[in-house]
């Protein structure tokens, strides 16, 4: 059975960093560009990264450009999402997400982790 399990949320400050990981099981993950998306309460589910699997190349939302890094180690089935410069707006539920069609669109991912809270305090 495919799992995504996401660590790594918690309480930050405002401009301080938090570094989320989320282990895969090792049928898929070499197969599949991982992505991270997250939702706040009362807002739809939004993109935030997402790396391809077989150029490795990394794409953003403009809202996290230069603040978040999203990278993946294929030898231990993790991708991780680096995230710097914290804003109150980054509260929200963070997922991870596997896929092996489009990188952007929720309804693209097949397989999702059950969550991780993130709450950056002003």
């Known amino acids: 059975q495919v799992q995504l399990v996401e660590s790594g949320g918690g309480l930050a400050q405002t401009g301080g960093s938090l570094r989320l990981s989320c282990a895969a099981s090792g049928r898929i993950f070499s197969n599949y560009s991982m992505g991270w998306f997250r939702q706040a309460p009362g807002k739809e589910r939004e993109f935030v990264a997402a790396?391809?699997?077989?150029?490795?190349?990394?794409y953003y939302a403009d809202s996290v450009k230069a603040r978040f890094t999203i990278s993946r180690d294929n030898a231990k089935n993790t991708e991780y999402l680096q995230m710097n410069s914290l804003k109150p707006e980054d509260t929200a539920v963070y997922y991870c997400?596997?896929?092996?069609?489009?990188?952007?669109?929720?309804?693209?991912?097949?397989?999702w982790g059950q969550g991780t809270q993130v709450t950056v305090s002003s």
């Open positions: 997400a596997a896929t092996r069609r489009g990188l952007v669109v929720a309804e693209s991912y097949d397989y």
């Open positions: 790396i391809r699997w077989s150029s490795g190349s990394a």
